[in-house]
């Protein structure tokens, strides 16, 4: 049991609409990363949220943002919506983004299906 | 740039072998080296942990090793199971501003 649950599990969302996923990161986890995974691929970074600012972020358009709450769960948002975006988004909470701290422990994912 | 690469892509066995999964990383200052399994459509489990520290770690059947100097890790199953089926990805964490760069993962099935 790994303590970090992502919510919805699955979605299915219409091009061009919004949508918000959401992560509860494990318990004093105070980094929380997310990821995209096209089939077949390996994870994606998107951005990395660290005590709720953001410090680091993959190569993804702006219409992929994000925010992390004092409690330090965190929601994806992505807006503009494109079937390229149809992936398995993933959420990963560590104690820290720094040296040994760095060990992730990740959720079950968000399939979303963009038609 | 950190760049990871995972051979092979792909690898079926029978039932009671031994594997060797092998992940490769081009910058050698990393944080720490994990390996996960992925189920088809789940999200990632974590396996093993090696910290930039360590030349390896032992969970059960699985063993790992990390030769930061070569960029170099592999993933020793012992008597493979067909339960093991599944992808397993290497990821490193470093100053990279994110946590980690992951390979792209060998899929492994274990026939029985």
């Known amino acids: 049991e790994t303590g970090v649950t992502q919510s919805p599990t699955h979605l299915i969302k219409t091009r061009g609409q919004q949508v918000t996923l959401r992560c509860s990161s494990q318990?004093?986890?105070?980094?929380v990363s997310w990821y995209q995974q096209a089939l077949g691929q390996g994870p994606q970074f998107i951005f990395q949220y660290y005590r709720e600012e953001e410090n680091g972020r993959g190569n993804f358009p702006p219409r992929f943002s994000g925010l992390q709450f004092p409690n330090y769960s965190s929601e994806l948002n992505v807006n503009a919506l494109e079937l390229d975006d149809s992936a398995l988004y993933l959420c990963?909470?560590?104690?820290?983004?720094?040296?040994?701290?760095?060990?992730?422990?990740f959720g079950q994912g968000t399939r979303l299906t963009v038609v | 740039k950190q760049e990871v690469t995972q051979i092979p892509a792909a690898l079926s066995v029978p039932e009671g072998e031994n594997l060797v999964l092998n992940c490769s990383f081009t910058d050698s200052a990393i944080y720490n080296l994990q390996w996960f399994r992925q189920d088809p459509g789940k999200g990632l489990t974590s396996l093993l942990l090696?910290?930039?520290?360590?030349r390896e770690q032992t969970s059960g059947r699985l063993n790992a090793s990390l030769d930061k100097s070569s960029g170099r890790s592999t993933l020793y199953i012992a008597a493979s199971q067909p339960g093991d089926s599944a992808t397993y990805l290497c990821?490193?964490?470093?100053?990279?501003?994110?946590?980690?760069?992951f390979g792209p993962g060998t899929r492994l099935s274990v026939l029985p």
């Open positions: 090696i910290q930039s520290s360590q």
């Open positions: 318990s004093g986890h105070n980094t």
């Open positions: 990821a490193v964490s470093g100053n990279y501003g994110q946590n980690f760069v």
């Open positions: 990963a909470s560590s104690l820290d983004y720094r040296g040994s701290n760095t060990e992730a422990f």
